[in-house]
């Protein structure tokens, strides 16, 4: 057993576990956030995304040690409280999912892709998208849904 500190959604955690365990099976099981999915556990659907320091990465990939001393964000934690982050209002706004099974990792991806490069063109979005699936095919309406949060993310910046 290792002891890991990190912190999650904005709050410091300290845990006793296995340090190679992934961090989808910590967050999920032992933190209780579901939000994080389980789907092809490669690496390469981008079901488990969460953010670690602000950059989107697979958690079904990522040993809890690795997280030590780092900030961790799950689609719990994006949120302020009761008011949902811009990503998230666009997606409700755009019914940019049908399952909602991809969603969290969708949003969560699309965050560190926003604050990467606020203004992507059509062609780096879809790039960027690409490692994150949707089986459902809501994939314009996903695209539409980023696009209305880079501008309103953009407009409480200036």
């Known amino acids: 057993m290792d002891r890991i500190e990190f912190h999650l959604n904005g709050r410091p955690v300290k845990l006793d576990v296995e340090g190679d365990r992934k961090l989808l099976w910590v967050l999920r099981t032992d933190l209780n956030l579901p939000g994080t999915k389980y ?13 670690i320091d602000e ?6 990939q990522i040993a809890t040690r690795e997280v030590a001393g780092k900030k961790v964000v799950t689609i719990e934690g994006l949120a302020q409280g009761t008011k949902f982050h811009p990503l998230q209002k666009a997606f409700l706004q755009h019914t940019a999912f049908q399952c909602g099974f991809c969603t969290p990792g969708m949003i969560l991806n699309a965050y560190s892709v926003l604050k990467k490069n606020p203004n992507p063109s059509e062609t780096e979005l879809l790039q960027s998208m690409d490692g994150n699936l ?11 849904a980023i696009r209305t949060a880079a501008r309103e993310m953009k407009e409480k910046k200036g």
């Open 55 to 60: 950059e989107a990465q697979r958690s079904c």
């Open 134 to 144: 949707c089986r459902c095919g809501a994939h314009p309406r996903i695209i539409a």
């Open 39 to 51: 789907a092809c556990g490669q690496g390469l659907c981008g079901a488990c995304t969460v953010l």
